[in-house]
């Protein structure tokens, strides 16, 4: 089945020191892998997505991703925390076998502490 | 500056009475969706609609419906409002495409009593 998992559903990180967000990911065919961030009480905003290309994708506020087929993992990044990255982060994969909808995973919550 | 708007931000209703909840997108999106989000289970998907008129059931359909008579408006329907309808709803639209990302709505809080 197809499916994604963010491992961990809390992640605490200092204040600029570099954050790492899981995700793991489970498809057939080349899969289609997409980072959203939720702050609260809003809805989700696109981070970056993964379709084909350099494993090493960039997205917005200074975030990116590391493709990596063989570990079947897109984990998104960033070389110094912020104070504002205090979010819910998403990661999410396309299912080719239900008209291309998004499989969603259950979320990462993460604090950057000052 | 894409946007997706819905209705409503925050929203107490009554038990068994009937809720709508309305979406417009203004980037000419052929895909329009409805999720639920409810802490520790992510979003799931309640209903999509491909274009007009089209619907097809997500993974949580039961007790909503969907309504989409113009490309830019998808209505979410609760039938007879219950407290386990309780949750934050997101509606988003996108392009067709494999690799193209949704953009969603700020999000409506409903609340059952």
């Known amino acids: 089945a197809q499916s994604v998992a963010q491992p961990e559903d809390q992640v605490n990180v200092a204040e600029g020191n570099p954050l790492t967000v899981k995700c793991t990911y489970s498809?057939?065919?080349?899969?289609?892998l997409f980072w959203y961030v939720q702050y609260p009480n809003r809805g989700l905003q696109f981070l970056l997505k993964?379709?084909?290309?350099d494993n090493l994708v960039k997205g917005s506020y200074g975030f990116e991703a590391e493709f990596n087929k063989s570990q079947t993992s897109f984990h998104l990044k960033k070389p110094s925390a912020l104070v504002s990255d205090s979010a819910l982060y998403f990661c999410?994969?396309?299912?080719?076998?239900?008209?291309?909808?998004?499989?969603w995973g259950a979320g990462t919550k993460l604090i950057i502490k000052p | 500056d894409v946007k997706v708007t819905q209705s409503s931000r925050y929203l107490v209703k009554r038990t068994g009475e009937k809720v709508f909840l309305e979406c417009v997108q203004d980037m000419d999106h052929e895909n329009m969706f409805w999720y639920r989000q409810d802490p520790g289970l992510g979003l799931r998907l309640i209903y999509f609609?491909?274009?007009?008129?089209?619907?097809e059931k997500g993974d949580i359909p039961e007790g909503y419906s969907v309504s989409r008579e113009k490309k830019e408006r998808f209505s979410l329907i609760l039938e007879s409002a219950s407290t386990n309808q309780t949750s934050m709803y997101l509606c988003?639209?996108?392009?067709?495409?494999?690799?193209?990302?949704?953009?969603f709505g700020q999000g409506t809080r409903l609340t059952v009593v």
């Open positions: 498809v057939s065919g080349n899969p289609y």
């Open positions: 988003a639209s996108s392009l067709t495409g494999k690799g193209t990302e949704a953009f």
């Open positions: 999410a994969v396309r299912d080719w076998r239900s008209n291309y909808q998004l499989i």
């Open positions: 609609s491909y274009d007009v008129k089209m619907k």
């Open positions: 993964y379709i084909t290309g």
